[in-house]
């Protein structure tokens, strides 16, 4: 089993500090919702994101848009051995349905997450598809491990051991039912705090110079998917 989580994912409504500018209230108005109901984002309030405490590292749900692409629908996710965590800057941990089928449409995720935010889950009636999980990063991690001694928690970092397509290859277990949590940062601009880093017990660089998050995630999915031989399996069972 993969799991997949974004970490410290740049994705927030907007936050009081800055929901006062004309420049978010106009914007605002013109999406017809209250600032507090809408996702900060940088290419809408760059300029008054700068107010902000780490103002460089939030506001970009487009890195967790993506990112969510290249997992959702993949034949490792329809043969239900893929989980999709997101962790916010603020510690709250939402859980992805593998089964969600996400819009296409930017805008139209923008409003979806939206919803999410406000809500702690979509749809609000019924099974969710993206929901707030009461569980802090930590927990969520051991409980993946299930207290198996194969079970591997990887971070993938800029300076962490230089690791080929081909060792990446090694370093994943042959059987799915090993669980192997992935962590891929979702933000913009900087690095992870260092007790999160001491969740995950190998850091892995993938390229010499810094990636695209979900370029990242597509590399790991499909890495995975061939050394576990779940398109190979799925093939025999048709
Ligand atoms: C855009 S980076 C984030 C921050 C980065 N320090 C920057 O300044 O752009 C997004 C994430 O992708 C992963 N990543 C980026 N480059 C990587 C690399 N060369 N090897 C492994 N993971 C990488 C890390 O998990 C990172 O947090």
Redesign the pocket.
Known sequence: MLHMIL??CALELIPSEISAMKQVQKHAGRRGKKPSELLLDQSHHGREMTRLENGLQRGRPD?VFHSLMALLETPLCKSGNLTIHLHLQDGRIIEVNPEVRLPRNYDRFVGLIEQLLVKGQVPVEGTPLLHVIKKTLPKLISEFKKDISEAQSI????N?SK?SIDSLQSIFPLDTPIPVIV??????????PNELKELFGTH??????????W??CAEILWIYSARTGVIKNRYSTT
């Open positions: 970490l410290e890195i971070l993938a970092i800029e962490g690791t962590g891929v940062g979702a933000f913009p601009h900087g690095d992870f892995i660089e993938l390229d010499k110079e810094v990636m695209m998050a370029h990242v």
